[in-house]
């Protein structure tokens, strides 16, 4: 769910309807110094977390998806999970080799970066927050992505993230990453087929250690895959708006096995009892998933200490992703001088 996976269908999701809505959002960031392009004072951003947490409860904010009818209900258990994604790729970009990428300039908001592959469907998470950054014009888009991602763990029965505003907005789309840093190429994003050793390839560039990346794997402990978007399908666990260690518990006990066949029709199952989507693993009859960078932090020993620690131990695990989803969400950006809000 919060993974970049790979999307096996053309690259064709507009962000925004166009460059009409594009264009909104280059002239809502225009001014160029960055004390003008945060605009964060005077945003109350208590009452900008109680309308995200509504948000989060409204069953007709929905979550489009082609997968089934389940795919386009509204709610925490559709809405929330997917500003967790929408704010773990706005930050996954990030490279500590250089500063670049990250949550600054919340460039995810502008094409082509919104049009990369991980990305496809964010457009309808950035659609529904609009309303909430119309309501609170001070607070930069950078900012509302974060806090948006932060209030919707904590709306799932996840711990607290902090949160400290003070990001600016990069002013306009298209931008190449040797002109601004905060944009980036495509491909930094875990893909979720691949294995332990891209797993830390793209982790260690972000400066996470083994611990903190399987920390922050249990963010799939909410939301589902759909086929529209990466390719695969379906749920980790029970309950996809319930944030738990289940994740972790479920990896270790139940048994997974490669899916060869699905039982309702999909955009890579025309026809039901086939499966011709992307290498997964089900449990479950079919009814639990898990993608291949999931099984390898079972199979991979360094990893495999961290999962077995966080199944047992929930409060651990909760301590543990509080620090490295925060450490996530602010890497590359100047807040030492912000105040948790």
Same mark, same amino acid.
């Given at each position: 769910?919060?993974?970049?996976?790979?999307?096996?269908?053309?690259?064709?999701?507009?962000?925004?309807?166009?460059?009409?809505? /594009?264009?909104?959002?280059?002239?809502?960031?225009?001014?160029?110094?960055?004390?003008?392009?945060?605009?964060?004072?005077?945003? %109350?951003?208590?009452?900008?977390?109680?309308?995200?947490?509504?948000?989060?409860? !409204?069953?007709?904010? /929905?979550?489009?998806?082609?997968?089934?009818?389940?795919?386009?209900?509204?709610?925490?258990?559709?809405?929330? %999970?997917?500003?967790?994604?929408?704010?773990?790729?706005?930050?996954?970009?990030?490279?500590?080799?250089?500063?670049?990428?990250?949550?600054? $300039?919340? #460039?995810?908001?502008?094409?082509?970066?919104?049009?990369?592959?991980?990305?496809?469907?964010?457009?309808?998470?950035?659609?529904?927050?609009?309303?909430?950054?119309?309501?609170?014009?001070?607070?930069?888009?950078? !900012?509302?992505?974060?806090?948006?991602?932060?209030?919707?763990?904590?709306?799932?029965?996840?711990?607290?993230?902090?949160? =400290?505003?003070? =990001?600016? !907005?990069?002013?306009?789309?298209?931008?190449?990453?040797?002109?601004?840093?905060?944009?980036?190429?495509?491909? =930094? /994003?875990?893909? $979720?087929?691949?294995?332990?050793?891209?797993?830390?390839?793209?982790?260690?560039?972000?400066?996470? !250690?083994?611990?903190?990346?399987?920390? @922050?794997?249990?963010?799939?402990?909410?939301?589902?895959?759909?086929?529209? =978007?990466?390719?695969?399908?379906?749920?980790?666990?029970?309950?996809?708006?319930?944030?738990?260690?289940?994740?972790? #518990?479920?990896?270790?006990?139940?048994?997974?096995?490669?899916?060869? #066949?699905?039982?309702?029709?999909?955009?890579?199952? %025309?026809?039901?009892?086939?499966?011709?989507?992307?290498?997964?693993?089900? &449990?479950?009859?079919?009814?639990?998933?898990?993608?291949? #960078?999931?099984?390898?932090?079972?199979?991979?020993?360094?990893?495999?200490?961290?999962?077995? &620690?966080?199944?047992?131990?929930?409060? @651990?695990?909760?301590?543990?992703?509080?620090?490295?989803?925060?450490?996530?969400?602010?890497?590359?950006?100047?807040?030492?001088?912000?105040?948790?809000?």
């Amino acid at each position: 769910m919060v993974f970049a996976r790979r999307r096996l269908l053309p690259r064709a999701v507009a962000a925004f309807g166009g460059g009409a809505a /594009l264009a909104s959002f280059a002239a809502s960031g225009a001014l160029a110094s960055r004390t003008a392009e945060c605009k964060t004072e005077g945003t %109350p951003w208590s009452k900008v977390k109680e309308d995200l947490a509504a948000l989060y409860e !409204d069953e007709d904010a /929905l979550n489009p998806s082609v997968d089934a009818a389940d795919g386009a209900k509204g709610g925490g258990g559709y809405v929330a %999970p997917m500003m967790v994604r929408l704010a773990w790729h706005s930050a996954g970009s990030f490279s500590a080799k250089d500063g670049s990428g990250g949550t600054e $300039g919340g #460039t995810i908001r502008f094409e082509p970066e919104i049009n990369h592959g991980g990305n496809a469907g964010l457009c309808h998470a950035l659609k529904l927050l609009e309303p909430i950054k119309s309501k609170y014009p001070a607070a930069s888009w950078a !900012d509302l992505i974060v806090c948006a991602g932060a209030v919707a763990i904590e709306s799932m029965g996840g711990p607290v993230i902090g949160f =400290r505003p003070g =990001r600016s !907005d990069a002013p306009k789309p298209n931008v190449a990453p040797a002109s601004d840093k905060r944009f980036t190429p495509d491909d =930094r /994003l875990p893909d $979720g087929a691949l294995g332990a050793a891209h797993l830390r390839d793209v982790f260690y560039r972000m400066g996470f !250690d083994d611990r903190e990346i399987v920390a @922050l794997s249990g963010a799939h402990a909410v939301g589902r895959c759909h086929t529209d =978007r990466s390719g695969f399908w379906g749920p980790w666990k029970y309950g996809e708006n319930a944030f738990s260690n289940e994740y972790y #518990t479920f990896l270790l006990e139940k048994t997974w096995t490669p899916k060869t #066949t699905h039982g309702a029709p999909s955009a890579h199952c %025309p026809v039901a009892g086939s499966w011709k989507g992307p290498m997964q693993y089900e &449990a479950d009859g079919g009814a639990l998933m898990m993608l291949p #960078t999931d099984v390898a932090l079972i199979k991979d020993a360094a990893f495999k200490k961290h999962v077995e &620690a966080y199944a047992a131990d929930e409060e @651990l695990f909760f301590r543990d992703f509080a620090a490295a989803f925060l450490k996530l969400l602010e890497n590359g950006c100047d807040l030492s001088k912000e105040a948790f809000v």
